[in-house]
């Protein structure tokens, strides 16, 4: 699943190429895409509207519209969004295209695609002033950490008295929005901290570690485009693959000798129901 620095990615792409963009018309392929509502809103929701700005909030695009509506889209297991001229030969999978015209003209001038082979992401349109009661999963979200301001202690507000393991926590949407697997055991493993351990007795210095890793590993990702693994979908606005996969030190080198200390082997075990890999040697 593409998290905060594959979903960022995709964001700054689309901040070069759609705002400002008038929709001329929808197609919508796939009802599940537009589960949410139908495909009837959608097109009616979208069709003659601009866009004027594209923001991210954990792994949810959020598109702002002239309309006062908005458009938010998940790219959920696989989805993709792709630019492409009029006319291009579209992707298996091509659930709902916008065709857009040029900034100052009605004329179509591309498309965005939005590509799903599994179906489990959504594009929706929504009233801002009824987001509680539309997109509750959007509204409830916990901090961004590249959005909002996080520090120290605003993280240990957060873990304090929370139950469960601190990996849990970090996958835990409604505390910290974007993060997944991956990120998950990068950032724990840079800040040294096993994923078992218990949020509510970190100490001011391990959470000082945790906030510093964070920041640096999603800035890291976000700047190398983001991850692209062997069994994802994942790639930006212009097909391109991500690179940050090359930088990880535990994810997905389960057995390997690790990275960082050149001692241990990094270990591969079940933690929060998901894959978790991490080094023993380096965290505690």
Same mark, same amino acid.
Not at 47 to 57: D, L
């Given at each position: 699943?593409?998290?905060?620095?594959?979903?960022?990615?995709?964001?700054?792409?689309?901040?070069?190429?759609?705002?400002?963009?008038?929709?001329?018309?929808?197609?919508?392929?796939?009802?599940?895409?537009?589960?949410?509502?139908?495909?009837?809103?959608?097109?009616?929701?979208?069709?003659?509207?601009?866009?004027?700005?594209?923001?991210?909030? %954990?792994?949810?695009? @959020? #598109? &702002?519209? *002239?309309?006062?509506?908005?458009? +938010?889209?998940? /790219?959920?297991?696989? =989805?993709?969004?792709?630019?492409?001229?009029?006319?291009?030969?579209?992707?298996?999978?091509?659930?709902?295209?916008?065709?857009?015209?040029?900034?100052?003209?009605?004329?179509?001038?591309?498309?965005?695609?939005?590509?799903?082979?599994?179906?489990? %992401?959504?594009?929706? @349109? #929504? &009233?801002? *002033?009824?987001?509680?009661?539309? +997109?509750?999963? /959007?509204?409830?979200? =916990?901090?961004?950490?590249?959005?909002?301001?996080?520090?120290?202690?605003?993280?240990?507000?957060?873990?304090?008295?929370?139950?469960?393991?601190?990996?849990?926590?970090?996958?835990?949407?409604?505390?910290?929005?974007?993060?997944?697997?991956?990120?998950?055991?990068?950032?724990?493993?840079?800040?040294?901290?096993?994923?078992?351990?218990?949020?509510?007795?970190?100490?001011?210095?391990?959470?000082?570690?945790l906030h510093a890793a964070m920041i640096e590993v999603l800035n890291n990702?976000?700047?190398?485009?983001?991850?692209?693994?062997?069994?994802?979908?994942?790639?930006?606005?212009?097909?391109?693959?991500?690179?940050?996969?090359?930088?990880?030190?535990?994810?997905?080198?389960?057995?390997?000798?690790?990275?960082?200390?050149?001692?241990?082997?990094?270990?591969?075990?079940?933690?929060?129901?998901?894959?978790?890999?991490?080094c023993s040697k380096c965290q505690h």
């Amino acid at each position: 699943m593409p998290e905060l620095p594959e979903v960022e990615t995709v964001r700054r792409g689309l901040q070069r190429n759609v705002v400002g963009r008038k929709i001329l018309k929808v197609e919508v392929w796939r009802e599940r895409t537009v589960r949410r509502t139908s495909r009837e809103a959608l097109i009616d929701g979208l069709t003659g509207v601009r866009i004027t700005a594209v923001a991210r909030r %954990g792994k949810y695009l @959020v #598109f &702002d519209l *002239d309309s006062r509506q908005k458009m +938010m889209i998940h /790219l959920r297991m696989s =989805g993709r969004l792709i630019v492409a001229k009029p006319g291009a030969t579209r992707p298996a999978h091509t659930h709902v295209v916008l065709h857009l015209a040029s900034a100052d003209a009605d004329k179509a001038e591309s498309e965005l695609w939005f590509v799903d082979p599994r179906t489990f %992401g959504e594009v929706v @349109v #929504f &009233d801002p *002033d009824e987001i509680e009661t539309q +997109m509750p999963d /959007l509204a409830r979200l =916990g901090v961004d950490p590249l959005v909002d301001e996080v520090s120290p202690e605003i993280l240990r507000r957060l873990f304090k008295n929370r139950r469960g393991n601190l990996k849990a926590l970090l996958l835990n949407q409604h505390v910290v929005a974007g993060i997944g697997n991956i990120y998950a055991d990068e950032i724990l493993h840079r800040a040294k901290l096993r994923p078992d351990r218990l949020p509510g007795r970190l100490t001011i210095a391990s959470l000082k570690r945790l906030h510093a890793a964070m920041i640096e590993v999603l800035n890291n990702a976000v700047q190398a485009g983001g991850s692209t693994l062997k069994d994802t979908q994942y790639v930006d606005l212009e097909g391109q693959s991500g690179s940050f996969q090359e930088a990880h030190r535990v994810y997905g080198r389960g057995g390997m000798r690790c990275l960082s200390c050149g001692k241990g082997r990094i270990l591969m075990t079940q933690v929060a129901g998901r894959t978790t890999c991490y080094c023993s040697k380096c965290q505690h």
